[in-house]
């Protein structure tokens, strides 16, 4: 049995991931545990907006998802990260029903071995009623040796 469980842990240097803790059932498509070493990155809730602020994909969860996992991948990339940097995914979606369109966008963008820690909120509504779902990820990003990390 590994220090994380028997399950074991995937490290890939400044970010940990244990899908299950010893006595903790494994979760599908996610992992229980993750931390990292680095830089803090919180991405606010992503929804369905293309460049100019319309909806894409108004009543497909579908192309929702993929927008908002595109819309992600841009703030993360502002920050200087990419979705292997994702330690925590948080859903927000308007029917769970949506969820396997959700998880579908997100596994053609992460690894099975990188998937975060996750949380799936069913929610009445999002702020517009054309919106199914939401997404914000906190991530963190490798500090180069040569900078020290600083105490907050």
């Not at 998802?65 to 948080?90: H, M, P, S, Y």
């Not at 396997?100 to 992460?110: K, L, M, W």
Request: some cysteine; glycine content about 10%; charged content about 20%.
């Amino acid at each position: 049995m590994s220090e994380h469980g028997e399950h074991g842990g995937h490290d890939d240097g400044h970010i940990t991931r244990i899908p299950a803790p010893d006595g903790v059932h494994p979760g599908t498509g996610y992992s229980h545990v993750a931390w990292g070493t680095g830089r803090f990155i919180a991405v606010s809730g992503q929804c369905a907006f293309d460049e100019q602020g319309r909806i894409v994909g108004a009543g497909d969860a579908s192309a929702q998802a993929r927008q908002v996992f595109e819309n992600l991948r841009r703030c993360l990339a502002a920050a200087g990260a990419t979705f292997d940097d994702v330690v925590k995914l948080t859903y927000f979606v308007t029917d769970v029903a949506h969820l396997p369109a959700v998880r579908e966008a997100r596994d053609a963008v992460i690894p099975a071995d990188r998937l975060p820690a996750s949380s799936a909120v069913q929610v009445a509504a999002l702020f517009r009623p054309e919106l199914l779902l939401e997404v914000e990820a906190f991530a963190v990003l490798p500090v180069p040796a040569t900078q020290p990390v600083r105490p907050a």
